[in-house]
């Protein structure tokens, strides 16, 4: 998928400011990351994702309540991505028009996003003790205390194998009825006019929907890309909302 003809389409002079990628599963990923931070998680370690949260889901699917209650959204990175990108476990409420009432609290949501996240890190470490004695020697695996893993090297060799079982403990919690880990790509406040290629980064199969963010540089508004973007046809099924900058 390539962004190279907005300028045409559009009719003015950009660049991205930024971009938001969903993702069904980590194992899509392409780029490199060089750690994974799967440490015990606590209050000092998770923090609101709102920010990211209102850049790309469409609001106006969602009633007053329901957006109070994606406001409590908290979440953690996981890893830093080359290309500049973050990648994130953001804790949603699974159907936002009916959440749950700790939506209406912000401490007890978070309290429960930290218990999801910890099982979530809790499997993941339990999946690496019991691989076959041949992957525990994988050199990510060797220099990795699991009692503890903290910040767990990825070595390229190892990437897939090891994001592979990641997603599988995702998989395995990810049945709350209440509460939901969605994972993304984020990059933002790098300004950028090269040609952006999606596939690059991600196997597209793994793409839920995108959110692209431009600037227009002679009238100074930022332009959203789209809420579910087509990734066959990028500009097929694209809704876009002009914002001023704050």
């Known amino acids: 998928m390539m962004m190279e003809d907005a300028s045409l389409s559009f009719k003015y002079t950009y660049d991205f400011d930024g971009i938001v990628v969903e993702l069904s599963g980590v194992s899509c990923l392409k780029a490199g990351l060089h750690y994974l931070f799967v440490g015990n998680v606590d209050g000092s370690r998770v923090a609101s994702h709102w920010h990211l949260l209102k850049k790309h889901l469409d609001l106006s699917l969602y009633t007053a309540e329901s957006v109070n209650a994606l406001k409590k959204s908290v979440g953690i990175v996981l890893a830093y991505v080359d290309g500049g990108y973050f990648l994130n476990a953001s804790c949603l409420p699974v159907n936002p028009n009916r959440a ?3 939506f209406r609290i912000e401490m007890m949501a978070k309290a429960h996003a930290i218990g999801l996240l910890n099982a979530l890190f809790h499997h993941f470490c339990n999946r690496l003790r ?13 220099k990795t205390n699991l009692s503890n893993p903290g910040r767990m090297n990825i070595l390229h060799e190892d990437q897939e194998f090891l994001l592979k079982l990641f997603q599988e403990s995702v998989e395995t919690v990810n049945c709350d009825v209440d509460m939901c880990i969605v994972l993304s790509l984020t990059k933002f406040g790098q300004k950028d006019d090269r040609r952006f290629d999606l596939s690059t980064l991600v196997d597209k199969a793994g793409v839920v929907s995108v959110s692209y963010h431009a600037a227009d540089v002679k009238t100074q508004v930022w332009i959203c890309f789209g809420q579910e973007v087509d990734c066959k046809r990028l500009w097929g099924h694209v809704e876009c909302c002009i914002l001023p900058i704050p």
């Open 100 to 102: 749950h009432p700790m």
């Open 130 to 142: 019991n691989v076959p004695p041949a992957d525990l020697e994988r050199p990510s695996i060797m």
